[in-house]
């Protein structure tokens, strides 16, 4: 994935190796010192993460790598640095993956996919380069990490140029096995600037051929389609993709680019056509994008997605970093419903509890023994009469996050207005999903600087950072216009 932002700043497109002695030890101190750094979300050591990339399970590990610009929270030289873990939830720093700086990635490492494949883990990336018009030129990549750990990346592209029609908006490689053949989907832009998705195919991964373009009924639907990921699931074909450039509409798109999906038949990748229903959000929340998913060991499909956005200021930056990754959450296909929910492995970190039932009329109950920075909270409401009921959190004095049902508008709502620091944009601070219910069930997992949460057991998710001062830590139910009981149970992380 790649900014919109035209950046000729060669200071933003340095090697690490072009560093000062002492340069990435400062800004690791200035980053330290923030006050939203989170306890068990995957975040940079310094800089900006954006895109999750090569996200597969091999050699006995989860593997996830990250795109990373080492000297500030601006898109600038993209490097793939590389996290692993046994569970999903424990993550080990295990350094750069992937450096850029070679003829077909001068200008950066960009989002691909991985695959385990021959003993090996075969990863596959978009090569960025700048002329010196400082114009595009993307090349499609190919490293390999081993057994022992090493990554070595392939002298020469598998795809060497965009095919006749499309633009030089084309990246992100996606790759899967089917049969005996290896097959991709990469973002693409026609020359009309629309946005796409083109299919490609291999018999050994190294010879690449065009198949075709995806042919679906969105003929003119954003730009650019970017991070594309298709995989099937309940005998049903999925689509994820990043539209940039859709017109905001009534509680839909009203992020600056979305993230969603198509649910429809199964492709056929040698005649590729996706007979589909609807473009659907795969977050109703703030930040959200570049979702990539992997199947584990024992068959789940898992999602983990880019917790912000492009072109977006965050009260990070000023401390020397931006983002981090989503939870992984596993994906299902019930009654015709994608559903998300979080992995089972979330109740690893899951330390001292407390249960409270409380019926509330027409005011506000601080829950003493529910506090924090770093939780679970799940709590499901019992609509009684009142025309609202939620839950506030990390509240302070003049600081808290509001999340509850409006019975009348028919809304669940997400409100960051209070929530502490402000982000830097035009997007409002309130988002909305559409719900019809007497019982809400709302599983919530906050951390320093964000919150994710589930609804009504994966039906839907709202991912929102927010940005509160270190002592606004409570929680509280409240109501307005008449009453509902809120079951809950609370886990402490830390």
């Known amino acids: 994935m790649e900014s919109s ?8 497109y340095r090697l690490l190796s072009d560093a000062s002695p002492d340069e990435l030890t400062q800004l690791a101190r200035q980053v330290n010192a923030s006050p939203w750094r989170q306890h068990y979300h995957i975040q940079p050591n310094t800089g900006l993460l954006n895109d999750p990339n090569g996200f597969a399970h091999y050699n006995g590990q989860y593997h996830l790598f990250y795109q990373w610009h080492p000297f500030g929270p601006v898109h600038g030289m993209k490097y793939w640095y590389h996290v692993t873990s046994t569970d999903l939830v424990h ?65 020469t592209p598998i795809i060497e140029s965009p095919p006749l029609g499309y633009t030089d908006h084309f990246r992100d490689p996606k790759v899967w096995k089917a049969a ?29 051929s ?23 699931l309940g005998e049903k074909g999925v689509l994820l993709f990043c539209p940039q450039g859709l017109p905001a509409e009534k509680d839909r798109f009203e992020n600056i680019h979305q993230a969603g999906f198509l649910l429809g038949e199964q492709i056929n990748p040698e005649k590729p056509h996706f007979h589909h229903g609807s473009f659907t959000e795969l977050d109703r929340g703030f930040d959200f994008y570049a979702a990539q998913t992997t199947l584990t060991p024992d068959g789940r499909r898992i999602l983990i997605g880019w917790m912000g956005l492009p072109d977006t200021s965050y009260p990070t930056d000023t401390h020397g970093w931006a983002h981090c990754l989503t939870l992984p959450r596993e994906l299902t296909i019930e009654n015709g419903k994608l559903m998300q929910r979080p992995v089972k492995e979330m109740e690893l970190l899951r330390k001292e509890s407390y249960t409270a039932v409380h019926t509330v009329q027409d005011s506000e109950i601080l829950i003493d023994e529910m506090y924090g920075s770093s939780y679970e909270l799940h709590c499901a409401i019992h609509m009684e009469g009142a025309a609202k009921a939620g839950i506030t959190f990390r509240t302070g004095d ?42 809400i069930d709302l599983h919530l997992f906050v951390d320093q600087s964000s919150v994710e949460v589930f609804i009504n057991d994966g039906e839907a998710v709202m991912t929102a950072r927010i940005f509160p001062a270190k002592d606004s830590n409570g929680v509280a139910f409240f109501t307005e216009g008449g009453k509902a009981t809120f079951d809950a149970v609370h886990w402490l992380y830390t």
């Open 398 to 439: 003049t600081e808290e996050t509001l999340l509850y049902y409006d019975t009348l508008s028919k809304y669940l709502i997400l409100d960051r207005t209070r929530s502490g620091q402000t982000m830097e944009n035009d997007t409002g601070s309130i988002r909305r999903y559409a719900l019809d219910a007497k019982m």
């Open 5 to 12: 932002d035209k950046v000729t700043n060669s200071n933003k």
């Open 210 to 232: 065009l198949t075709g373009e995806l042919e679906t009924s969105l003929t003119d639907f954003g730009y650019m389609w970017e991070c594309p990921d298709y995989f099937e």
């Open 91 to 155: 993550w080990e720093d295990a350094g750069v993956g992937i450096e850029p700086g070679d003829p077909y990635d001068s200008h950066g490492a960009y989002s691909g996919s991985a695959l385990a494949e021959d003993g090996v883990l075969y990863l596959f990336y978009t090569g960025n380069t700048r002329d010196e018009d400082w114009s595009r030129h993307p090349y499609q990549c190919l490293a390999v990490l081993d057994q022992q750990g090493h990554i070595s990346k392939q002298n």
């Open 180 to 208: 005996d053949s290896y097959y991709a989907v990469l973002g693409a832009q026609r020359l009309n600037q629309t946005g796409c998705v083109l299919v490609y195919r291999s018999d050994d991964l190294q010879n690449w």
